[in-house]
């Protein structure tokens, strides 16, 4: 589907207006580390090689700037994230909210100071797409974000190969994994960027993809205290709404996000930056002279 081919839904009208009055309420979102949750998981991978070992991916998802996450939490979250020794960043999706003018530069700003020793990559999210598109991915462009949608790059080191893939929205209906499969390079582990977690469904049948890292939920924003789940699950969240999971062969992790939609409440859940630690399950050749 192309960009413009995507309208706005007539609900975004209704939660603009509430956004709004929520806005004009409460004060101004502040960045502090304390006030974000650093969830760091290991994840083991088949076929991963010994030069991918301990590598460090730092997921951000679900920005949502414009009214609650304003350019000054932005700044002081690039401070924190560049001292955290990160090997790739991922984005996936969901970069602005329901106003974009004004904002721009900022976004822009933020993605080209994020610091990662092998690049930056994204995808869009659902909002983004039924803001504008093309800007986002002007803005990936002029910021030296990799644009993953339905696309594949590999990361080479020495003899060792990492997939790093991306679809596009499937809220949207643009996502197209036949596209994505077919660029794939075989025989290396694969991590899939979706925004949405449940099209885990799809992505995990093909059994060529390893790990898929998406956002969207927002962890539906409240979670219930010891069961680590929530209720509120929308569209493309409800069966995997937030944490880890097992898709068949496929591992998903569904992040909690930074912003919020509609109502700017987290309940027993804390806005998230992820760090994604690889782990190798191959034994490490000793060499006995």
């Known amino acids: 589907m192309k960009d413009e081919d995507v309208e706005r839904p007539p609900a975004m009208k209704i939660r603009e207006g509430i956004q709004d009055a929520m806005t004009y309420s ?7 580390e304390k006030s974000v949750d650093l969830v760091e998981i290991d994840i083991e991978l088949d076929n991963l090689g010994w030069n991918f070992h301990n590598y460090r991916i ?29 090997d790739l960043i991922t984005l996936t999706g969901d970069y602005f909210s329901y106003i974009i003018d004004g904002y721009e530069d900022a976004l822009k700003n933020f993605f080209k100071k994020l610091k990662a020793r092998d690049g930056k990559f994204g995808v869009l999210g659902n909002h983004d797409h039924w803001m504008n598109a ?62 949405e977690p449940d099209f ?17 939920s927002h962890g539906g924003q409240f979670i219930i205290p010891k069961f680590e789940t929530t209720p509120f699950r929308g569209p493309n969240s409800t069966r995997y709404p937030v944490g880890l999971y097992k898709v068949g062969n496929m591992i998903q992790y569904t992040s909690k996000g930074l912003g919020t939609n509609s109502f ?17 399950k191959n034994r490490q050749k000793i060499m006995i002279e």
């Open 58 to 86: 730092l997921n951000l998802t679900d920005i949502h700037l414009g009214q609650w996450i304003n350019p000054q939490y932005l700044d002081d979250l690039i401070g924190y994230v560049n001292t955290l020794n990160i």
């Open 134 to 195: 093309k800007m986002i991915r002007d803005i990936f462009k002029e910021s030296d974000v990799i644009d993953l949608s339905n696309d594949v790059r590999t990361i080479i080191k020495d003899e060792d190969c990492l997939n790093i893939a991306g679809v596009d929205s499937c809220t949207v209906c643009a996502d197209n994994l036949d596209e994505v499969l077919r660029k794939l390079k075989d025989n290396a582990p694969t991590i899939l960027l979706a925004h």
């Open 26 to 32: 409460l004060p101004d979102k502040k960045f502090s």
């Open 264 to 280: 700017r409440i987290r309940i027993n859940c804390k806005p998230e930056i992820t760090i994604i630690t690889l782990k190798t």
């Open 200 to 216: 885990a469904k799809e992505s995990s049948k093909t059994n060529r993809i390893d790990l898929q890292i998406s956002g969207h």
